[in-house]
């Protein structure tokens, strides 16, 4: 199968406790066992190459996917999680509004309609990478783009809704040719009723 495989990443102890994540925020030493099982699950199939957000919880649930592969990991800032500017840091049950699906930008960050044109042109970049990988295309990025690629680019399997949260470590594989129909959504099979995604964590940041 040589598909594209999205890969959400370990949990964050910012996104446990619900708040906007700077850019720098580490794994927790849950989501580092969550990212351990998601590498473990991936060791099964036909990896041809790996490419993650350049934000450190993605690019560190990367590693230990290439830890467990053999394979290196290229960086795409293109993959980043969208950018909530001087929000990030605050808790967002603290907010009277919904800033994931804000249209404007808050300040110093993006609005919806920018960050949209850049998953667009991050899954032309996916797309790309396919075509050369000898294999299957690991990407570990963030909640709000995979979800974003849901919405707006990627056909669902009929009787299969969009979910309403990507779960930590989750994966969503989906063919790299137009209409991009998807054979997995938001799968988390793989990790144990010990690690399984804390629904109650914020989801998409």
Do not use: W
């Not at 925020?25 to 990896?47: F, H, K, N």
């Not at 990988?133 to 299969?160: D, F």
Request: charge should be negative.
């Amino acid at each position: 199968m040589n598909a594209i495989v999205l890969v959400r990443h370990g949990e964050t102890p910012l996104n446990a406790a619900r708040v906007l994540q700077p850019p720098d925020t580490p794994l927790s030493e849950r989501g580092r066992l969550q990212a351990q099982a998601v590498a473990q699950r991936l060791t099964g199939m036909d990896i041809g190459a790996i490419v993650s957000s350049d934000l450190g919880r993605a690019l560190e649930t990367a590693q230990a996917i290439a830890a467990a592969s053999g394979h290196d990991v290229d960086q795409a800032a293109l993959l980043q999680e969208r950018n909530f500017g001087d929000l990030r840091g605050r808790a967002y049950d603290s907010l009277d509004f919904d800033p994931l699906v804000m249209q404007e930008a808050p300040t110093g960050g993006e609005s919806m309609a920018v960050f949209r044109a850049r998953v667009a042109a991050a899954l032309a970049l996916l797309c790309e990478r396919r075509a050369s990988a000898k294999g299957s295309l690991v990407v570990v990025t963030h909640g709000l783009v995979i979800q974003t690629m849901l919405e707006q680019h990627l056909a669902l399997p009929q009787g299969v809704a969009r979910p309403h949260r990507i779960g930590n470590a989750s994966l969503t594989i989906f063919a790299a040719q137009a209409p991009y129909p998807t054979s997995l959504v938001n799968c988390t099979v793989h990790l144990s009723e010990e690690l399984s995604d804390d629904v109650r964590a914020l989801s998409g940041v």
